[in-house]
């Protein structure tokens, strides 16, 4: 019963990763768009730790 649930749920999951994967790695082939998700992937991965750096700072 446990694994029949398990499968029920983990199927379509890990089918949207792997559908989802593949529609990225085509997106991404362009090393243009590559570089610009890159680009701002680092902005955001940055601006996250602003209010972490800044809370540490001001203690």
């Known amino acids: 019963m446990v694994a ?3 499968g029920a749920i983990n199927l379509p999951a890990t089918s949207t990763w792997a559908v989802m994967g593949a529609k990225m790695r085509r997106f991404f ?3 243009v768009r590559l570089k610009i ?3 701002i992937a680092a902005i955001l991965l940055v601006a996250s730790l602003y209010p972490m ?3 540490l700072l001001a203690k």
């Open 29 to 31: 082939g362009d090393p």
């Open 37 to 39: 998700f890159n680009i």
């Open 53 to 55: 750096v800044t809370g």
């Open 4 to 6: 029949a649930m398990f």
